[in-house]
């Protein structure tokens, strides 16, 4: 067991550099699956609004109050270069100036003229939720005078009508009728946020001792000994299945320890886990079997781990990316990950048959990974061979 003893040694001197990412991980994961989990209902966000009031009537003077109660009305001087400082810090997410006839364009059905002139830094929810509000309100309003009211009873009319809060509540769907259990939000943001540790963790720990091995010295004193190729390729597979599932087990046993023990289709959700947590290893081995230097490793574990992560919703969900970005990400496994966790989730329509395909498609990564594994290095074992042969005919 001289190889594996010797694993483990260059193991402990490798695993400061890991523990860091396990620390961040937990700082953000552990509060995030608890925001996620706590988010059960909808709650409106006041934001800070200024309004230039070009009109100066009853009708103006009553939407710039109904506007200030849900939201922060503040005061600037009507300049466009202080407005936009303003919107630029921050300080004021949205403006808007009333223009004058605003009351008389109400009154009057058949005028089309704008009733505002907005400024937005850029289109946010903010922006999104002050224009749909100002619209709705303005159409409620010509709605209640076209129905045969005077400006004033429309205005109050329609701000009552307007200001009806929907009761609105977040729902659940992960089970989608069936028995075998439930995956809780707080337990799909935890294991989301899995492929970039996993990468980041294994790529630090086993490439460093890949490499070590593959030094040319190092490879000669083990091809002079005693120790068999076979023994040599079983101690070394055995050294590198001790840290998958160590680091496997050590993130799947925080989650039940933080969230509760795991039930039904979650059950799915941890298998989905071990399965990339293979995937992340043979990634390491792979990029190992290139002999690249010790000092571009952390940067190769940033490239492989961010990139992957963005490309295939670990940082930003599936749903919110393009077409063109889901399309190239398919050809990477943490797409199929994320998907089986969303599906898992909710967060997209719940099929089993959808799940198992996830789950067959990253095993189908793992064989692709192993053969190319194995290919890199029959390929630098047979130009080893060949190098040797020359330099012996030489002598």
């Known amino acids: ?36 989990a706590e988010q059960t209902s909808f709650e409106e966000k006041s934001i800070n609004v200024c309004i230039f009031d070009e009109d100066q009537t009853d009708a103006s003077r ?15 001087e009507n300049d466009k270069e202080n407005i936009l400082d303003a ?50 309100y303005v159409q409620t309003v010509r709605a209640y005078i076209a129905g045969g009211n005077d400006t004033a009873a429309a205005i109050e009319k329609a701000e009552e009508a307007v200001s ?25 943001f935890f294991f989301r ?13 086993l490439c460093p ?23 040599l390729t079983g101690q070394l597979f055995m050294g590198c299945g001790i840290i998958v599932v160590a680091v496997w087990l ?12 795991y039930t039904g289709v979650a059950w799915l959700a941890v298998l989905n886990s071990f399965l990339f947590a293979v995937i992340a290893a043979l990634i390491a081995l792979l990029v190992s079997s290139f002999n690249p230097p010790e000092t571009v490793v952390a940067l190769i574990t940033q490239l492989i781990g961010i990139g992957m992560s963005f490309l295939c919703g670990v940082f930003v969900p599936q749903n919110l990316l393009g077409d063109g970005v889901l399309t190239a990400a398919k050809f990477l496994p943490a797409y ?25 498609i990253q095993a189908g990564f793992i064989v692709v990974l192993v053969l190319c594994v194995i290919l890199v290095n029959f390929k630098k074992a047979t130009a080893g061979q060949v190098k040797h042969s020359a330099v012996t005919e030489r002598v």
């Open 164 to 188: 009806v809060d929907a009761d609105v509540t977040y729902e659940n769907f992960t089970t989608s009728g069936n028995s075998t259990g439930e995956f809780t939000v707080s337990e799909s």
């Open 209 to 231: 001792i890949m490499l070590a091995f593959n030094r040319k010295d190092q490879r000669y004193r083990i091809n002079c000994s005693c120790i068999k190729q076979s023994k």
């Open 87 to 136: 919107m630029y810090y921050q300080s004021v997410d949205y403006t808007f100036t009333i223009n004058k006839g605003y009351a008389e364009h109400l009154s009057n059905l058949n005028d089309d003229s704008p009733y505002f002139q907005t400024y937005a830094m850029h289109q946010s929810y903010q922006v999104a939720m002050m224009e749909q509000l100002l619209n709705e």
């Open 62 to 76: 009553e939407l710039i109050d109904f506007i200030g109660q849900k939201n922060k009305i503040k005061y600037l």
């Open 336 to 360: 199929w990950y994320e998907r089986v966790n969303d599906t898992l989730a909710g967060t997209n329509t719940f099929d089993l048959g959808e799940i198992w395909m996830g789950l067959g």
């Open 250 to 261: 050590l993130f799947t046993i925080a989650c039940a320890v933080i969230n509760g023990m």
């Open 1 to 36: 067991m001289q190889v594996f003893n010797l694993f483990l040694k260059l193991l402990r001197s490798n695993i400061p550099s890991s523990i860091i990412y396990v620390v961040v991980f937990f700082a953000l994961a552990i509060p995030l699956s608890k925001i996620g």
């Open 193 to 205: 946020y899995l492929p970039y540790i996993f990468i980041s963790v294994l790529i630090n720990l």
